[in-house]
């Protein structure tokens, strides 16, 4: 079954230290790999996209995110979080089945930034 | 920026009523979605909507839910019975069509309470 595995419900992170919130897909063929952010009481903002080309993308707000199709994974980096970055991260997926988009959502990581 | 919106933002209702919730996507936008998010839960996908039809659905849009484009600008979601376990916070979101159609814009939710 297509799935879209956020590992860690909770990342804590002192402020002005590296990030990495982690995803993992398993989606047939080549899937596009999406990053969101939603603070408290707000919708989801999107924050990167990986669809082709370099690994490495970047996304607003800092935010990186690397492709790695072995380990099948997606993580979301920030070389130096700040207490603004704490929110819920949701990473998804777009894929293709019967010919028509498919979007799946992982479960969400909640990220601390601590002061 | 051209953003999406969503009426109302909040919504009590008894449960057996039927629901309305509004949206205007991005005005350029052609692919129209909603999902529902319950509380602390992880965002789970609807439908799809493209050329005023449905182009995808989960299990969770059952026979009490409908969705229309009435106009040029609006597209909505009908609860036609609610239940309690429809309580949640439903998002809409849009996306453009050739290179911009996989990046979905959320709008900001209608928070839905089924008492």
């Known amino acids: 079954a297509q799935s879209v595995a956020q590992p860690e419900d909770q990342v804590n992170v002192a402020e002005g230290n590296p990030l990495t919130v982690k995803c993992t897909y398993s989606?047939?063929?080549?899937?596009?790999l999406f990053w969101y952010v939603q603070y408290p009481n707000r919708g989801l903002q999107f924050l990167l996209k990986?669809?082709?080309?370099?690994?490495l993308v970047k996304g607003s707000y800092g935010f990186e995110a690397e492709f790695n199709k072995s380990q099948t994974s997606f993580h979301l980096k920030k070389p130096s979080a700040l207490v603004s970055d704490s929110a819920l991260y949701f990473c998804a997926v777009r894929f293709t089945t019967s010919g028509t988009y498919k979007y799946i959502f992982g479960t969400g990581t909640r990220l601390k930034v601590l002061a | 920026e051209p953003e999406v919106t969503q009426t109302p933002s909040h919504q009590v209702t008894q449960m057996g009523q039927e629901v309305i919730l509004r949206c205007v996507p991005i005005s350029n936008h052609l692919y129209f979605y909603w999902y529902r998010q319950i509380l602390g839960q992880k965002v789970e996908f609807l439908v799809s909507?493209?050329?005023?039809?449905?182009?995808?659905k989960s299990e969770i849009f059952d026979d009490q839910f409908s969705v229309e484009r009435p106009d040029g600008s609006n597209f909505t979601l009908k609860i036609r019975s609610t239940k309690l376990e429809d309580s949640a916070m439903y998002f809409c979101a849009s996306s453009g069509s050739g290179l911009n159609q996989e990046t979905q814009y959320f709008g900001p939710g209608t928070r839905l309470l089924v008492l």
């Open positions: 990986y669809i082709t080309g370099d690994n």
């Open positions: 909507f493209y050329n005023n039809e449905i182009s995808e």
């Open positions: 989606v047939s063929g080549n899937p596009y």
